[in-house]
């Protein structure tokens, strides 16, 4: 298995990043929408373990569907704190790309590329993946919050920590883009 620290070896390392929950905060809007609409009050502490879908009524999942098919629900999401400076960092070591399961939602991609163009303009077009299975990715590391993924992916999949997967093991974990930054530039 690869490791992070074996990065100064002849080939330069790629490093796919995938975008909601560890660039973006999708569940942070994803929160305020519901509870706005709704007049509750979940937290992302109500999430342990789960995802949204799983704390909210069946009978609302379709609302739940609706937030991330709007239009501007990608547009308007807050950044991962640290994550740009980190990113910018780790482009002077790396490969970096950005892989981002847009095909889970495909009225997502134009949003999606804005958003990243307008946070993260350093990270050119063509580092930008839009696809749906990510064990379709050449890359040493990704980095995602999604065990799914990261289960198929042929490199070192490094699980970001989300309120979804507090309780998945298997993967090297990082609790935010500090850690990242230990784990790729220390």
């Known amino acids: 298995m690869t490791t992070a620290t074996s990065a100064n070896s002849s080939a330069t390392k790629r490093i796919c990043v995938d975008m909601d929950e560890v660039i973006a905060d999708a569940v942070a809007e994803h929160l305020l929408r519901y509870n706005r609409d709704h007049g509750e009050a979940l937290t992302k502490q109500d999430l342990h373990g789960k995802f949204l879908w ?62 990243l163009a307008r946070n993260f303009p350093f990270i050119p077009a063509s580092h930008i993946v839009f696809c749906g299975d990510k064990s379709i990715l050449h890359a ?22 989300a309120p979804h997967n ?21």
Do not use: C
């Open 54 to 115: 799983d704390v909210v009524s069946v009978e609302r999942h379709g609302i739940l569907e609706g937030y991330l098919r709007s239009e501007d629900f990608f547009e308007v999401l807050e950044v991962m704190p640290e994550s740009q400076r980190v990113l910018d960092r780790l482009q002077a070591s790396y490969e970096v790309f950005i892989a981002t399961a847009a095909m889970e939602v495909p009225t997502s991609f134009h949003p999606k590329y804005r958003w």
């Open 140 to 161: 040493d590391f990704l980095i995602d919050d999604n065990p799914r993924q990261l289960r198929r992916f042929r490199g070192e999949g490094i699980l970001f920590e």
């Open 166 to 186: 507090v309780a998945v093991t298997g993967f090297r974990r990082v609790r935010d883009w500090l850690d990242v930054e230990k784990l790729f530039l220390a």
